[in-house]
């Protein structure tokens, strides 16, 4: 299920303007570019950055996302009918051939249940076409990320317009092994209103993840640096093989 910053319907609607900066999805967006994709599934679609980016430039995207309200917010967007928006998972995606698959802005971690993290790949393997790849990030567990999920690190005031003053900060909950838990909580000025959004992310090390696309299926390419955050992310490039040898 998706967290609450991402189905309530208010926190959905602003959910870009309290996070405005997307430099994380250059890379995905050259990559679309390099590799020649023209058929790009993106899992997690939120409120459709990416997926309209890569819309804009002529690509064919399908955008999965199990928070009703996100994709709401990117039904309301221009250029939103170039986009095919489905409501859920990677583990409930109609027939697709697509080039490219991505699961951008550390989605990965939100999947804990291995499990579902293991039917989460074999989804995703089964929308590409043979030799299709699925690029995706997670946060390195060595640099202890959750570190600074604390208000004095994450307290911000946005202006959102035509809704008025929102304060939001993070605090943590819990770190039990590679799992943690936070608390995002907002603040509109305008009415008082008080809104919570608890995650809990799991945290891979490069070794598992690795282990478990193989297991899944597929040939891992590629371990990069995320070159907006170098040192803090892997960025795994994996290929579904041409041949089932």
């Known amino acids: 299920m998706a967290d609450e910053c991402f189905r309530h319907p ?22 679309a ?6 058929r790009v599934l993106d899992i997690g679609c939120g409120t459709g950055v990416f997926a309209l980016s890569l819309a804009e430039r002529g690509v064919e995207v399908v955008g999965a996302d199990p ?32 080039d ?10 939100a999947v804990v249940d291995p499990e579902d993290w293991r039917r989460t790949l074999r989804g995703a393997r089964e929308a ?19 570190e600074e999920w604390n208000r004095g ?21 819990d770190v039990s092994g590679p799992l943690v838990t936070f608390r995002w909580t907002y603040v509109f000025a305008a009415d008082g209103q008080v809104l919570t959004s608890d995650s809990t992310l799991r ?8 282990a478990e696309l ?19 992310e892997f960025v795994f490039v994996a290929r579904r093989p041409r041949t089932a040898g």
Request: hydrophobic share 40%.
């Open 10 to 31: 208010r926190l959905a609607a602003v959910y870009d303007a309290l996070d405005p900066d997307r430099a994380d999805l250059e890379p995905y967006l050259r990559m």
């Open 33 to 38: 570019e390099e590799s020649g994709a023209r």
């Open 67 to 98: 928070a009703a309200a996100s994709l709401d917010v990117a039904r309301g967007k221009p250029g939103s009918e170039r986009v095919r928006w489905i409501h859920g998972d990677a583990t409930t995606l109609p027939p697709l051939t697509a």
């Open 100 to 109: 490219l698959a991505t699961m951008t802005g550390n989605a990965a971690q």
């Open 128 to 146: 590409l076409r043979p030799g299709g790849r699925f690029v995706f990030e997670t946060r390195i567990p060595a640099r202890r990320a959750w």
């Open 153 to 173: 690190a994450t307290h911000t005031v946005t202006h959102v317009p035509g809704v008025g003053a929102v304060d939001s900060w993070a605090d943590l909950l």
């Open 203 to 210: 945290f891979r090390e490069r070794e598992e993840v690795e």
């Open 214 to 232: 193989v297991a899944q299926g597929y040939a891992v390419e590629d371990v990069r640096d995320a070159p907006d955050r170098p040192g803090r």
